[in-house]
């Protein structure tokens, strides 16, 4: 299990490293916005790691290949949503569209929580 949290957390610091390098000043803003990256993609790659089949070689226990595989998808799709185009329909930055925006990112994250905790809970059996 530690082995587990200090892979998804490495992963997820080169990935949060990685976005706010190649987006500069268009990120997601100030340094809570960065944590909050940095948290999403930590439960993320967490969650996808423990969920996929174990590939790859075994680094202190954990096949941490299934932990690259899901950062390296996640940091392609929040690179693609996180940059940052000129507006041209006014109202696609309203408050509610951010008060959605918002649940989403916190629903996601108790999905990826439940699915932690699943994981530890109740370990898949083996085939």
């Known amino acids: 299990m530690l082995a587990d949290i200090v892979v998804a957390l490495l992963v997820a610091a080169v990935c949060t490293g990685s976005l706010a390098w190649w987006l500069g000043a268009r990120g997601p803003g100030t340094v809570l916005g960065y944590l909050s990256l940095f948290l999403f993609l930590f439960l993320a790659v967490w969650a996808g790691g423990l969920w996929l089949r174990p590939i790859g070689p075994r680094l ?52 990826f929580l439940v699915a932690i905790v699943f994981h530890y809970t109740w370990p898949p059996v083996p085939a």
């Open 60 to 111: 202190w226990g954990t096949a941490w290949l299934g932990f690259m595989v899901t950062g390296l998808v996640f940091w392609i799709v929040l690179g693609a949503f996180l940059v940052r185009l000129p507006a041209v329909d006014p109202e696609l930055t309203t408050p509610t569209v951010a008060l959605g925006m918002g649940v989403y990112f916190y629903l996601l994250n108790f999905i």
